[in-house]
């Protein structure tokens, strides 16, 4: 059987944990928490990271530090992750949506404009298959609306926009270590702060409302209730873990990108005679190989599919139905304008297995399935 994901594993995070069980500090902000917060300001540029419990809790955090209330809007796409919408509905705010590009199946960047009202703080760009959103149009947007700007990054790290990692364009940014995505330590996530002022404050609200951070880097000489506040941070033990990920960061991003280009380069017959479609990568951006999905006529073929690579041992999952048709999301959003593609786009959608140790044999083998699949597809 091929899985859909396998959690990335490297070999030396046993070795890490063994250390920082070794270093008698297992619980939040240890050695290497430090590392992983130091190396994500390396590696993207980030002001400041912050490692978190989760990329859900990375966007809470966010949606308190952008002063998110009861009332307010948020812009953002229904074609995502629950986390994304709980942030700021959780903050009493409504989930404002508007339609996808088709080709990148990230939020239209020109439709964000007409979905703003006087209520509209902040956008939230979601960052689909580590394919960066329009963020030039994005930022000028927001700059011109006074609105924040939080980017669901969860699939991004390690990939860019004309250059520039994704996460590091608006106020905040977050990352995912799920066992779903490229790196990971179970559950995790990454706060990544853009400017300096807001950084003691994230640092507060992390850490239980209290200064304790500014007091173990002894600029206080003892720590105090300063504000509300939770807890977001990890264990080191899950720090150390997610370490051992970071180190082997390029050679994980190349050997997903290699069996990436394979499946493009395989399936490229495929979508010359128009049976499925293959995924758009803008010129300035650059991806990470997060996921590879194909789109299928319409639903019904999808799941014909589905059910035919899973005789052959493959599984294959799609996702997302769309927030605005969900339960919750009729109940705290709405969708601005038409539904062109959300809908139709999410039901098309197949997501083929994509992970670190995924082979070049094993690639071959699923696409000759789809291929002789579609042998009997009109
Ligand atoms: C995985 C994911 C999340 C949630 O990440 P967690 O770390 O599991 O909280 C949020 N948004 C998107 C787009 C995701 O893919």
Known sequence: ???????????????YMKEAIENQKICGDGPFTKKCNEWIEEETGTAKCLLTTSCTHATEMAAFLADIKE??????????????????????????????????????????????????????????????????????????????????????????YKGKALGTFGEFGCFSFHETKNFSMGEGGALLIRDKENIEAAEILREKGTDRSKYYRGQVDKYRWQNYGSSYLPSDLNAAYLYAQLELAQEITQARLARWEQYKELLTPLEKEGKIELPF???????????????????????????????????????YIPLHSAPAGIKYGRFHGEDKYTTKESERILRLPMFYKLTADEVEYITEQIKEFYKYEA
């Open 71 to 160: 009332g307010d809007e948020v812009i953002l796409p229904s074609y995502t992750f629950v986390s994304t919408a709980n942030a700021f509905v959780l903050r009493g705010a409504k989930a404002v949506f508007v339609d996808i590009r088709p080709d990148t199946m990230n939020i239209d960047e020109k439709l964000i404009e007409d979905a703003i009202t006087e209520r509209t703080r902040a956008i939230a760009p979601v960052h689909y298959a580590g394919v960066g959103c329009e963020m030039d149009e994005i930022m000028d947007i927001a700059k011109r609306h006074n609105l924040a700007v939080i980017e669901d990054a969860a699939q991004g790290i390690m990939a860019s």
């Open 281 to 319: 990568i803008p010129e300035h951006c650059t991806h990470n190989a997060h996921m590879f999905y194909i789109k299928t006529k319409d639903m019904d073929e999808r799941s014909r599919l589905i059910e035919y690579l899973k005789k052959k041992e493959i599984l294959s999952v799609f996702h």
């Open 1 to 15: 059987m091929i899985n859909f994901n396998v959690p990335p594993y490297t070999g030396k995070e046993v070795e």
